[in-house]
């Protein structure tokens, strides 16, 4: 897990800049950094050294015309290493860079499909004159870029791209505005910036001296088979989650998990404690006392039953979350909607406190095996009228979410809008709030022309929600220096995930009644046999209604003379009456004023 950033076109030949933006992502690589250029195109490196720890693995890496900086791992890198030398390839590191490296002096973008891992990387050939810059199938590594009138300015943070030049990351309004107003995140490749793209999933980029950037797609899930029997199937997805957890076990340093202990979190402790029960093995997990969603005791049981033998128990308090708030903020770049992000920013400091320097996490089961409330309805759309009125009967609470996967794409924009309207927030103004409802995002064909239950999980996993977690997974960790590695992510466990049929998403009020069959036994039945849905959430309700926190709403929104996105005196009311009537929508308030004091001063200009 490192740093990448470059400068192709203007400027590449600027070492200073190049270091400055290499600099500005210590954190991200406390062991090394490095630079290389040539007339057309210069690379900036920091390292955090997770596979071969010797300084012959250090980057950019070069292989005859070609020159390479990589951020992420590539899990099955022993096995290309061995297929590249049967062609006769010869290898000087035991790292997975110089794999990539050879991969692509192979085959080139058809060694993409090869690679099982994650990754943002750039690779510069030197005789063809082309970069290309490419992000992993989900954009786990996220990659930045910003297309000047002479130049390509590429990084792994936005920080990295404005330590070259002061003037880049101006905020988009009309993104900020949605996100106050309704909780909405800009869809990719849209940031919080105007003039800041973010390389989507799947993506490359080819960038060529005078040619315009040209970007494309080079991959996209398949639709495998799946057994016809639920029993079947189960163990299927259990062998390929094994293989995907025995991977993501490589590493030359130490190893552990997040376990917040819900399912996924706890299908993979399981699975390590079956493939390596002598590691020296440690979970972390956030815990709340007194929090009614609080998800300790799931946790513990199972720590227990798997016997982890160090698990940490992470108690962030309401006092350090307001100590925390400007160095939290400042180290996501963007807004986020939630304060659980706190929660696994902690997590992850502990694990580097604790000296465990890369860690597994259950990010994507939801969107590929549909954990979300909801999903339910999209099943049994697809299923049909018949199956869905019976439900219905049965379970009329299903009412909603079955009205909403049959209105999706259906209702017309004026009504959706006006729904959007309904759940704005009192806090901010009328005229900003309609805007931000009347906004349309049109879902990309690939995605739209699926059968329901896929197209849903789609939009889920390339669109909506999976790409902004892996956002907050790479922030929360990379500050504290720490890599994750998301074993639900695996190719193989993903088109095999896409590809279940609606029978297998959703039984009798069951979400991921397949991965609840693939693990019962390796944890305690309270955990298979749970229905809520919590992630690591904090009690932010509680904290911000608090006198301290009410205090610190008045200070950053009363105070900001950059707050004109507030309503002041909704603000006052509520902080008169002692009680928030939309706690999410205070957040977001607090969110992005602290942030646009970041990004554009104290005093609110750049």
Request: net charge negative; proline share 7%; hydrophobic share 45%.
């Amino acid at each position: 897990m490192c740093g990448i950033a470059g400068v192709a076109g203007a400027g590449a030949t600027d070492v200073a800049g190049l270091e400055r933006m290499a600099a500005a992502m210590v954190h991200r690589g406390p062991d090394g950094q490095g630079t290389w250029n040539d007339a057309d195109v210069g690379l900036a490196f920091r390292r955090l050294a997770i596979i071969d720890l010797h300084d012959r693995s250090n980057q950019p890496l070069h292989l005859d015309p070609l020159h390479l900086v990589f951020n992420g791992e590539i899990y099955n890198y022993i096995e290309l290493r061995e297929e590249l030398r049967g062609r006769g390839h010869r290898f000087v590191t035991d790292g997975d860079g110089e794999v990539l490296l050879h991969a692509w002096a192979e085959w080139g973008e058809a060694a993409l499909p090869r690679l099982n891992g994650m990754f943002a990387f750039a690779i510069w050939n030197a005789q063809t004159r082309e970069l290309t810059l490419v992000t992993d199938r989900f954009a786990e590594k996220p990659l930045f870029f910003h297309r000047g009138r002479t130049s390509l300015v590429f990084a792994s943070e936005v920080r990295a791209l404005r330590a070259r030049d002061p003037h880049l990351a101006s905020p988009d309004t009309a993104v900020a505005n949605r996100f106050v107003a309704l909780g909405q995140m800009p869809v990719l490749p849209a940031t919080f910036f105007a003039d800041i793209e973010r390389l989507p999933p799947s993506h490359l980029a080819r960038w060529r001296p005078a040619q315009p950037l040209a970007i494309e797609r080079w991959w996209t899930p398949r639709v495998v088979e799946v057994p016809s029997s639920p029993s079947a199937a189960a163990e299927r997805l259990r062998e390929l989650l094994r293989e995907s957890v025995a991977l993501r076990l490589r590493s030359d340093v130490p190893v552990g998990t997040s376990l917040s202990g819900g399912l996924d979190s706890s299908a993979i402790v399981a699975l390590i404690s079956q493939l390596a029960p002598g590691h020296s093995r440690h979970a972390f997990t956030a815990a709340f006392r007194g929090f009614d969603r609080d998800e300790w005791s799931y946790a513990e049981q199972v720590a227990a039953l798997t016997a982890v033998p160090f698990h940490h128990a992470v108690r962030p308090q309401e006092g350090d979350l307001f100590r925390d708030l400007r160095a939290l903020v400042a180290d996501q770049e963007e807004p986020f909607v939630s304060t659980s992000i706190y929660a696994q920013w902690r997590v992850m400091r502990a694990a580097r406190e604790a000296g465990v320097i890369v860690m597994l996490d259950g990010q994507g089961a939801d969107e590929l095996l549909g954990g979300y409330p909801g999903l339910e309805g999209w099943v049994l759309r697809e299923r049909g009228m018949r199956l869905t009125l019976e439900a219905l009967v049965k379970q009329p609470r299903l009412a909603p979410s079955i009205a909403l996967a049959y209105s999706s794409g259906r209702a017309p924009r004026a009504i959706a809008a006006r729904h959007r309207l309904r759940a704005a927030s009192p806090y901010v103004p009328p005229a900003l709030a309609k805007e931000a409802a009347d906004h349309h995002e049109s879902i990309p064909d690939w995605i739209a022309n699926q059968p329901p239950v896929r197209r849903e999980l789609l939009t889920q996993a390339f669109w909506t929600s999976l790409p902004q977690l892996l956002r907050f997974a790479d922030r929360d960790s990379m500050a504290s220096s720490v890599e994750v590695r998301l074993p639900f992510l695996d190719p193989g466990v993903a088109e095999f995930a896409l590809s279940l049929p609606p029978e297998m998403r959703w039984r009798e009020g069951e979400m991921k009644p397949l991965l609840r069959d693939a693990i019962r036994g390796l944890v305690p039945a309270d955990v298979t046999a749970r229905r809520d849905k919590v992630g690591f959430e904090t009690p932010e309700a509680q904290w911000l209604a608090s006198e301290t926190g009410r205090a610190q709403v008045a200070e950053v929104l009363l105070s900001d003379p950059i707050s004109e996105t507030c309503v002041r005196s909704e603000i006052e009311r509520d902080l008169s009456q002692g009680w928030w009537r939309d706690t999410g929508a205070i957040w977001r308030a607090v969110n992005l004023a602290l942030w646009r004091a970041e990004w554009l001063g104290e005093d609110g200009r750049k």
